[in-house]
């Protein structure tokens, strides 16, 4: 009786310890990275949409990063009018260049350079308590109306938890007045993945106005390019 009832608490131990490792190689992409903190300059998200043979083209998300003396990618990919597609793990860094899933590329001061000249830029992440946000690339705008400073930009938040209405992600264009100290949100796409990939849930266009000091992500974003 007793060997009968140990086997079965070794059977437990067993299938919870493979339940646990299959749980986290599969959710590891979907957990919130908003904890770490970039020391090297190579560190951090890029982004860009990378050539395929029978697609067209791969948007891709690689976050990259150094703890414990070694080195560290996630990627994401969506593979456009297909499905996506995950991977993680260790990478070697030779100077400047390196490999991952077999592909090579150099690090420079703001993107990774592949063959063909394909890129990804480096995103900006700025952290809040319970999100984060990238800024994409190239979208941020300045300009002036009655003599007061506007930008107009675009963005993906992450949320550390699941929202009300299923979605973990959302992406969109964002209008700040400096001086008034404003914002408004135009188009904002909501998802059920982080980096705005998964199911499309819903779109809102509300355009409602906002107080800057109240969103700390906008804060930074402020501090950062109003002054």
């Not at 992440?125 to 506007?150: A, M, Q, T």
């Not at 906008?218 to 950062?224: D, E, M, Q, S």
Request: one cysteine or more; a positive charge; glycine letters at 6%.
């Amino acid at each position: 009786m007793i060997k009968i009832l140990h086997f079965f608490i070794v059977l437990i131990l067993v299938s919870n310890a493979f339940s646990m490792s299959k749980k986290s190689k599969n959710d590891i992409f979907d957990e919130d990275k908003s904890y770490l903190e970039f020391n090297l300059p190579w560190e951090g998200y890029y982004h860009g949409v990378l050539p395929c043979d029978k697609c067209e083209g791969v948007d891709t998300w690689l976050l990259l990063y150094a703890r414990d003396g070694k080195n560290f990618f996630e990627k994401k990919e969506k593979f456009l009018g297909q499905k996506n597609r995950h991977s993680f793990g260790e990478f070697r860094l030779d100077k400047n260049t390196a490999k991952i899933d077999g592909k090579s590329f150099s690090i420079n001061k703001n993107a990774l350079e592949f063959d063909g000249g394909f890129k990804l830029q480096k995103i900006e992440n700025f952290k809040g308590d319970f999100s984060s946000f990238l800024l994409l690339p190239n979208s941020l705008l300045k300009g002036k109306s009655n003599k007061e400073k506007i930008l107009s930009f675009k963005g993906i938040t992450n949320f550390k938890n699941l929202q009300n209405g299923g979605y973990k992600s959302l992406k969109a264009k964002y209008f700040l007045r400096c001086k008034k100290k404003v914002y408004q949100i135009f188009r904002a796409s909501h998802y059920d993945k982080r980096y705005a990939m998964g199911n499309f849930i819903h779109v809102e266009n509300k355009r409602n106005i906002f107080n800057i000091d109240d969103n700390k992500i906008i804060k930074k974003i402020y501090n950062k390019y109003c002054y």
